[in-house]
């Protein structure tokens, strides 16, 4: 099975460690995938892709959004429209009303 994990930070690797851990191949978008990982151990033992761009066919089985508050809604509606199935967020998922609103949007469409 294929994860996608959005952000590469602290949590962002824990997340794609646990993932291959758990026999996934993990994919990690990031505003940087020039940088290397924080964690030598990620970056030395753990065969994780980094990718700049976000896969716009469907390619993923689930996606585990780790990012900034300020650009999750936004990271979680392209992960909806791209008919990931199984999404997992942390929380909050959304920082205003308005954001909060666009994804229940979404959501309701894709039922």
Do not use: W
Request: proline share 3%; aromatic share 8%; net charge positive.
């Amino acid at each position: 099975m294929k994860a996608l994990v959005i952000g590469s930070g602290s949590i962002g690797e824990r997340h794609a460690t646990n993932l291959n851990t758990l026999g996934f191949s993990v994919e990690v978008l990031s505003r940087f995938p020039e940088k290397k990982f924080r964690s030598d151990y990620l970056e030395e033992n753990i065969h994780v892709n980094k990718i700049a761009k976000y896969k716009t066919q469907k390619s993923y089985d689930l996606a585990v959004l780790a990012t900034p508050s300020s650009i999750r809604s936004q990271a979680i509606t392209n992960t909806m429209v791209n008919k990931v199935d199984y999404i997992y967020v942390e929380v909050p998922a959304a920082i205003s009303t308005n954001s909060l609103e666009c994804l229940k949007k979404i959501a309701d469409e894709k039922e």
